[in-house]
């Protein structure tokens, strides 16, 4: 239990384009999903904190306008990088905390991750 | 300020060795989680290890050990007999539960076998 699925799990894009990044809790309720960044040979770094049904909180640096994070339902945050460009290029990785039939589990389950290039 | 240290950023060992990977956090609550995870080239993190703060025991699960100690704010993560499949980025983090379970990842060890 408790899987966490990215999609697509890769994709490259022109400058200039939008790419949105599906992240989906498949056998659990997600309340909370959160979505990080990894650069190349660094840790992840956390972009935005999402709660079902309400607007994102973006760390510090993060441009909102540009990293767009919908968390419509329970099962789905998407993230969309608008108008990306080559430094956008990165491994973006979610999770999802929350529970199911009563049960809150209290720690994160991690996406595989997408990796991104912007050509 | 750092709240999970990772000070060994590349480790080298050769096949059937012992290797240690030091994780250091800081934290005010009292309750809290530590983690362990590995990720190998394809990116993915590999869930090892979930500790609580009021858990001290060590555990041991195969070649895997990890060593909970906390006056010295550490959760150290040894590998015995290691195996060139145990290269990978091998990731410490911390989770309190004040935070909504934040994480907060350390900056990752990475660990190259040589067969």
């Known amino acids: 239990g408790a899987v966490v699925s990215q999609h697509p799990s890769w994709v490259i894009c022109k400058s200039g384009t939008s790419v949105k990044i599906e992240c989906r809790s498949l056998?659990?309720?997600?309340?909370?999903m959160f979505w990080y960044r990894q650069f190349p040979k660094q840790s992840l770094m956390l972009m935005a904190t999402?709660?079902?049904?309400?607007?994102?909180?973006?760390e510090q640096g993060v441009e909102k306008d540009k990293f767009l994070i919908n968390h419509a339902s329970l099962t789905l945050s998407t993230l969309t990088v608008t108008s990306a460009h080559p430094e956008d290029s990165s491994f973006y990785i979610c999770?999802?905390?929350?529970?199911?039939?009563?049960?809150?589990?209290?720690?994160?389950?991690f996406g595989p991750g997408t990796r991104l290039t912007v050509l | 300020a750092q709240k999970v240290t990772q000070a060994q950023t590349e480790i080298s060992v050769v096949e059937k060795e012992d290797v240690t990977l030091d994780c250091v956090y800081e934290?005010?609550?009292?309750?809290?989680?530590l983690f362990w995870y590995k990720q190998p080239p394809s990116g993915e993190l590999v869930f090892l290890i979930r500790?609580?703060?009021?858990?001290?025991q060590n555990e041991i699960s195969g070649r895997y050990s990890w060593n909970f100690q906390k006056s010295t704010s550490s959760f150290n993560f040894t590998i015995t007999a290691s195996q060139v499949v145990d290269s990978a980025v091998y990731f410490c983090?911390?989770?309190?539960?004040?935070?909504?379970?934040?994480?907060?990842f350390g900056t990752g060890t990475s660990l190259t076998v040589i067969p």
């Open positions: 999770s999802a905390n929350g529970g199911l039939a009563g049960v809150v589990y209290n720690e994160q389950f």
């Open positions: 056998d659990f309720q997600a309340t909370t």
């Open positions: 999402s709660n079902e049904g309400s607007k994102a909180t973006y």
């Open positions: 934290t005010r609550d009292t309750t809290y989680y």
């Open positions: 500790r609580n703060s009021f858990d001290e």
């Open positions: 983090a911390l989770s309190e539960a004040n935070t909504g379970n934040q994480f907060y």
